[in-house]
């Protein structure tokens, strides 16, 4: 078990609202992603962040925000969900520039957005 | 553009019957090879990380190897546990590019 955990697990909500995703490490690493998988399209790239306050657009970022005030947590805004933000929504967390590079994964979260 | 394909989508073996599934990367600055292990309703769970072409590593029934092109996951007499679906990603040191998947089913 990576010290990787993911709040809320499940979400449901309605089209327009906010959301916020929460990833939490135990584990100190410096790199923090969040992903998002969906069918036939396997797992993009959102947001990643190197460090505090320091953060990265990944191939699928528009209608996404993150921030990070802290070294443990990693947070994923929907300023305005839409349905194609129904998706399971994945962190990772690296140790970051020097080997090894793996990225170790959250239990993802289930959103829907109706 | 970093890209990386795997194939077959789907597999279905009888238990004990070995195969190999196949993960084709064109990653600038490859750092490394990544497979994972993905159960349905869960985060992937990392593998194996490769590093040059000619390296190979095991894990029970698991072997992974690297050519400068390709990367192959062997599965040596599998069992029904090891049904899952498998991912393969390339990267740098900060980001991966990930495939979209190999479902492997082992019937027993």
């Known amino acids: 078990d990576a010290g990787i955990t993911q709040s809320p697990r499940h979400k449901v909500t309605e089209t327009g609202t906010p959301v916020t995703l929460r990833c939490h490490q135990t584990?100190?690493?410096?790199?923090m992603y969040w992903y998002r998988q969906d069918p036939g399209h396997g797992l993009r790239l959102i947001h990643y962040?190197?460090?505090?306050?320091?953060?990265d657009k990944g191939e699928v970022s528009d209608g996404y925000s993150v921030s990070r005030s802290k070294t443990e947590d990693f947070l994923l805004t929907l300023e305005s969900a839409t349905s194609s933000q129904t998706s399971v929504y994945f962190c990772?967390?690296?140790?970051?520039?020097?080997?090894?590079?793996?990225?170790?994964f959250g239990p993802g979260t289930r959103l829907t957005v109706t | 553009e970093d890209q990386v394909t795997q194939s077959p989508e789907a597999l279905r073996l009888q238990e004990g019957e070995s195969s190999s599934l196949n993960c084709s990367y064109t990653?600038?600055?490859?750092?490394?090879l990544f497979w994972y292990r993905q159960d349905p309703g869960k985060g992937p769970e990392f593998l194996f990380t490769?590093?040059?072409a000619g390296e190979e590593k095991e894990k029970e029934r698991l072997k992974a190897t690297l050519t400068k092109k390709e990367s192959f996951l062997h599965i040596t007499a599998p069992k029904p546990e090891d049904s899952a679906t498998y991912l393969c990603?390339?990267?740098?040191?900060?980001?991966?590019?990930f495939g979209q998947g190999t479902r492997l089913t082992i019937n027993p």
């Open positions: 990772a967390i690296s140790h970051g520039l020097a080997a090894p590079y793996e990225q170790y």
């Open positions: 584990e100190n690493h410096r790199y």
């Open positions: 962040s190197y460090g505090v306050k320091d953060t």
């Open positions: 990653v600038s600055g490859l750092r490394g």
């Open positions: 490769l590093y040059s």
């Open positions: 990603a390339g990267g740098g040191a900060q980001k991966l590019v």
